[in-house]
């Protein structure tokens, strides 16, 4: 077979499924499979596929069938500037949650010497790409996955930033090591009744912790503002992602835990999705 009868045969296998990004996704996996680039499958449609590279091929549309996401069978994802590692035991990086990154840096332009903590650090994603672009600040990262922390270790390696942050597996509740001048969050915010309505790739796969938010979607977003207000110095920085119907509840709960509110900044889909807040 080759590669065009390959993807035009897993295209139909995934578009069964219902999988909108069916052709996208196939030859994706085809080039893994290949140890190409995307461009080489498009490129090269005569190109015969042997009997292992085939086989394996289908394990991985099968597997995609399956709604497996993309970024778990590939085991990676691209987020802002680099590449993460990526399993079942973190959240897939979003696009949307590059928000955070942009807001950070805006907030620490001509800041130097920052100490940055990353609450429910997840791959690590938010707190080592602001590491990477500033290189004299620092970063402490909880969560209280051990599996997440190791993930989170291995892409401050992949980042070259791993001398520069430390790892703590703590709730949040528990956590008391140090004062910041950033802190960053991306806790879950969807209520647990909502949980059920979300894509069978997110329910199924993504870890429930992450996305849990308790019955009104705010029981961990009350946790981490409340430590937050302690662990932050005075004039501090507090950079929050919420849900999109959450606005009014976390702007009060800011203002009772003694945060001024500098923004609000909104997602690709014009909805409310971060908070940017100062300690006063």
């Known amino acids: 077979m080759n590669i065009h009868s390959a993807v035009i045969e897993g295209t139909n296998?995934?578009?069964d499924k219902s999988i909108l990004s069916a052709q996208l996704d196939t030859e994706i996996l085809l080039a893994k499979v290949l140890n190409k680039d995307r461009e080489y499958i498009i490129l090269n449609h005569d190109k015969i596929l042997n009997n292992k590279n085939l086989e394996y091929f289908k394990k991985l549309v099968h597997e995609r069938a399956t709604r497996k996401p993309i970024a778990y069978i590939l085991n990676k994802k691209f987020f802002w500037k680099s590449e993460f590692f990526v399993n079942e035991n973190t959240l897939i990086p979003?696009?949307?949650t590059e928000i955070i990154i942009e807001q950070s840096l805006k907030a620490t332009k001509n800041k130097h010497h920052l100490k940055i903590l990353d609450i429910g650090v997840g791959s690590g994603c938010i707190l080592l790409s602001i590491l990477k672009e500033k290189k004299n600040f620092y970063g402490t990262g909880i969560d209280i996955c051990k599996n997440s922390l190791e993930i989170s270790r291995i892409n401050a390696k992949k980042l070259f930033v791993d001398d520069r942050v430390k790892f703590y597996k703590s709730d949040v509740d528990k956590?008391?090591?140090?004062k910041y001048d950033l802190i960053v969050s991306n806790p879950p915010y969807i209520k647990k009744s909502d949980l059920k309505y979300l894509e069978s790739d997110v329910f199924k796969f993504e870890p429930k912790g992450a996305l849990d938010g308790g019955l009104d979607g705010l029981s961990v977003i009350r946790k981490?503002?409340?430590k937050s207000s302690e662990l932050l110095r005075r004039n501090g920085k507090f950079i929050l992602e919420i849900g999109y119907d959450q606005k009014n509840k976390v702007v009060k709960l800011l203002n009772d835990n003694g945060?001024?509110?500098n923004s609000m900044v909104k997602?690709?889909?014009k909805n409310d999705r971060c908070i940017v807040s100062t300690r006063i």
């Not at 956590?175 to 140090?178: L, T």
């Open 13 to 15: 296998v995934l578009q």
């Open 94 to 96: 979003r696009p949307d």
């Open 175 to 178: 956590f008391v090591q140090g």
């Open 224 to 226: 981490v503002i409340k």
């Open 259 to 261: 945060f001024y509110i």
């Open 267 to 269: 997602d690709l889909a």
